[in-house]
């Protein structure tokens, strides 16, 4: 079946480490973004890429980086400069180029850092 | 800048009442608009979407919105509340020209009561 796969589901991390959180899509979506979602907050996004090889900073970058290397994947490393990296992460992908293109969501990261 | 403000972070329905969910957006432009469904620690999964081609949209599990560009509110709407309809909704929005990110409500929680 086609969808987006996020792993892990849950890891814990202490303070100072980074961690990767892997993301991969076969939908063959251009796009692909990162949201954080906190309680009664909504989703802020975090970065998105709609080429393979390029992306931009949302409206939270500071603290994250990515990489976008091939089309299927789109991993976010949350680094030890991130001040409160605690949160449920969310990738997802949708057809570049389009205002009516709805998001395709994975089933989401749940960061805990110790 | 698009702006999307969910009136109510929290709903609560009797079993076979009628649900409601305010959304209302701010734009210069036409928007497209969206409503996505969670259930707890998972993805998003798209109830609509709103593209202009009808005012009153059906969506899944017997959902709909009503586009009124006159209120600038797109509200979800279910005649009867099941059991399963509980879960956090998240209106969304993108505006139109070249701008593809979508900005998202900070969700309202539907809790159904048998």
């Known amino acids: 079946d086609g969808g987006i796969t996020q792993s892990p589901k849950y890891l814990f991390r202490k303070e100072g480490q980074n961690v990767t959180l892997s993301c991969e899509q076969n939908?063959?979506?251009?796009?692909m973004y990162w949201y954080r979602q906190d309680p009664g907050q909504g989703l802020r996004l975090i970065y998105y890429s709609q080429i393979v090889n390029d992306f931009q900073k949302g409206d939270i970058a500071e603290g994250y980086s990515v990489s976008r290397e091939k089309k299927e994947s789109f991993p976010l490393t949350v680094t030890s400069a991130q001040k409160n990296p605690t949160a449920f992460y969310l990738c997802?992908?949708?057809?570049?180029?389009?205002?009516?293109?709805?998001?395709?969501f994975g089933e989401g990261s749940r960061l805990t850092v110790l | 800048a698009q702006s999307v403000t969910q009136l109510g972070s929290h709903v609560s329905v009797s079993e076979g009442a009628l649900v409601l969910l305010r959304c209302n957006y701010s734009s210069s432009v036409p928007p497209y608009l969206f409503w996505y469904v969670q259930y707890p620690n998972q993805g998003l999964q798209l109830l609509l979407k709103?593209?202009?081609?009808?005012?009153l949209v059906k969506g899944i599990n017997g959902f709909e919105a009503e586009f009124k560009k006159s209120e600038t509110s797109f509200h979800l709407t279910k005649p009867s509340a099941h059991m399963s309809d509980a879960a956090e909704y998240f209106c969304a929005a993108r505006g139109g020209g070249s701008n593809y990110k979508l900005t998202f409500g900070k969700g309202t929680l539907l809790t159904v009561n048998p």
């Open positions: 939908l063959n979506h251009d796009a």
């Open positions: 997802a992908s949708s057809t570049a180029h389009s205002n009516t293109g709805e998001l395709f």
């Open positions: 709103y593209t202009s081609a009808a005012t």
